[in-house]
């Protein structure tokens, strides 16, 4: 917006306007004097709010032993020459001064292999901020000491699907880890007796979803699936039972019921359970 200047022009005396970062006569067209420097916030919001003082960059994460606030020094094909191997010594001497201890190691190790199980696994972003914050605190903890460092990344992956109410199961986090059952066993067990991990028993509604979309099953299989599931809960049948086992049980129940092509086989194999497991609950649901 315009505002008049106080005094005339040195011309013609005419009236003098300021408008932007110029001072220009009206009458003229002198420009008095100019203003280059800009006078707006140094910084850029993206959410076009400029009260909002955050700066560019990516933000902070706990998925990065640094919490992401590190430089990196990038690749070009532009240098060649002398200037390309000079970029290479600094760039190796600059990897090497971000870990500075054997802790920092074990930790940038299992963070990797954290963000490996997650996107092998196709689980969401707060997983995996999750169980980068449990392999941090068990560090800190010392329960490392003498276990494996894949095994407390399954461990932990594992109990962020658990306190996120995310379907997997252990089979299926072991599977796609570099780790044992008996080294995730052991992993877990240290988490969830000195950490106090805010996890219960695994309900099998949470396996539907997915089991009855591997199964090619209709939603309406999935409904009936869901009132047996809530059948096993008030009579006790889903206690002490893998949950992914009553789950496909279920399934199965209601594709019997709904005359959907399922056999026991494939709902067990869904489930990574034997046959004869989904029968017991099956048979339960039938009496």
Same mark, same amino acid.
């Given at each position: 917006? +315009? ?20 001072? %220009? ?16 916030? =140094? ?19 706990? +998925?990065? $032993? ?5 430089? =990196?020094?990038?690749? +070009?094909?532009? #240098? ?13 001497? $600059? ?8 802790? =920092? ?24 901020? $999750? ?25 932990? %992956?594992?109990?962020?699907?658990? &306190?996120? +109410? &995310? ?13 044992? $059952? ?63 086992? &009553? ?22 194999? %869904?489930?990574?359970?034997?046959? #004869? ?11």
């Amino acid at each position: 917006m +315009s505002k008049t200047a106080s005094s005339g022009c040195p011309e013609c005396d005419g009236r003098l306007t300021a408008s932007g970062d110029e001072t %220009v006569c009206s009458e003229c067209g002198l420009v008095v004097r100019e203003d280059r420097i800009d006078r707006g916030p =140094e910084w850029r919001s993206f959410s076009d709010d400029d009260t909002n003082p955050e700066r560019t960059g990516a933000p902070l994460t706990r +998925s990065r $032993h640094d919490r992401g606030l590190s430089t =990196e020094i990038g690749r +070009s094909t532009r #240098v060649t020459g002398r200037k390309r191997r000079q970029f290479a010594r600094m760039r190796r001497q $600059h990897n090497r001064a971000r870990i500075s201890s054997k802790r =920092e190691r074990n930790q940038v190790y299992g963070f990797t292999e954290i963000r490996r199980l997650v996107g092998k696994l196709s689980l969401p972003e707060r997983v995996q901020e $999750h169980a980068c914050s449990l392999f941090r605190s068990a560090q800190k903890e010392d329960l490392l000491r003498g276990r494996s460092i894949e095994g407390f990344a399954a461990a932990t %992956v594992y109990a962020a699907c658990r &306190v996120a +109410s &995310v379907a997997r199961t252990v089979d299926e986090v072991v599977d796609a880890a570099r780790a044992t $059952h008996d080294e995730q066993r052991a992993a877990f067990d240290a988490l969830n007796r000195d950490l106090g991990l805010p996890i219960g028993p695994v309900d099998p509604a949470e396996y539907l979803p997915r089991f009855a979309s591997k199964l090619d099953l209709d939603t309406e299989v999935e409904r009936r699936a869901r009132e047996y599931v809530e059948e096993t809960r008030e009579r006790g049948i889903a206690g002490g039972r893998n949950p992914a086992g &009553v789950a496909a049980a279920c399934l199965y129940t209601a594709a019997r019921d709904l005359d959907a092509p399922l056999t026991q086989a494939d709902a067990a194999d %869904v489930a990574d359970v034997t046959p #004869v497991t989904l029968r017991n609950t099956y048979v339960d649901l039938q009496n």
